[in-house]
């Protein structure tokens, strides 16, 4: 019957079905792409904690500066004032190795690895130097008789600076850590996840500076 002979030409011409398991001579149709946030569930991590730590120091210079602001004089008679001149210099050294930070991070994107380690090494020196002076001004003025029992000048100058060298004692250390990583040839142009955070922390603790220097010294 032609509607019988219709059917099955049409049917002739169906393709053969692709098993669930994609063999077969259609071959598996291509697979949907692949999900990826634009921020590293890391990178979030990261983002959160500096957060907090952003409202700590927030709290300190807070404080700091309600007593600063409500005092008719500061420093208060008899104490010694803080050095600027020093401390400008050691400014420009933390900063300067933010520099460096960010060439160590640009090199292992570029895969180089000998680079990273090399630029990672000049930045935890940077780090270094900047809270050996620091140790060293404040061996000074604990001489000049400033300590944390000097008062509210004393005890909020050294609680602020203080948590800001602890922080970037503890992002030297994480530094030294990814620089041992990174003699081992564990990073590469794709892999570099602890290079990023640790570039990320230290970036955060050179930018507190630069707010928690003028707030201390130079207002």
Avoid: K
Avoid at 29 to 58: K, Q
């Amino acid at each position: 019957m032609p509607v019988l002979e219709t059917i099955q030409e049409e049917l002739t011409q169906i393709p053969p079905a692709v098993p669930p398991d994609g063999s077969g001579d259609g071959g598996a149709p291509p697979p949907p792409a692949a999900w990826a946030p634009a921020v590293s569930n890391a990178r979030l991590g990261m983002l959160v904690f500096l957060a907090f730590e952003g409202m700590f120091f927030a709290g300190l210079l807070g404080a700091y500066l309600v007593f600063r602001l409500g005092a008719a004089a500061w420093p208060p008679p008899g104490e010694p004032y803080l050095p600027i001149g020093v401390t400008w210099v050691n400014t420009g050294i933390l900063c300067f190795s933010s520099f460096t930070m960010r060439r160590a991070l640009r090199t292992i994107r570029q895969g180089d690895g000998a680079g990273l380690s090399r630029w990672l090494l000049v930045t935890a020196l940077y780090g270094v130097t900047f809270l050996a002076v620091q140790g060293y001004e404040w061996v000074r003025l604990v001489r000049f008789g400033l300590t944390l029992s000097s008062g509210i000048y004393g005890s909020t100058f050294y609680v602020l600076i203080g948590c800001h060298g602890l922080h970037v004692l503890a992002a030297v250390l994480w530094l030294v850590a990814v620089l041992a990583l990174s003699r081992g040839l564990r990073f590469s142009a794709q892999r570099h996840a602890a290079v990023q955070l640790s570039a990320m922390y230290w970036h955060f603790v050179v930018a507190l500076w630069l707010v928690l220097f003028p707030a201390v010294y130079l207002l």
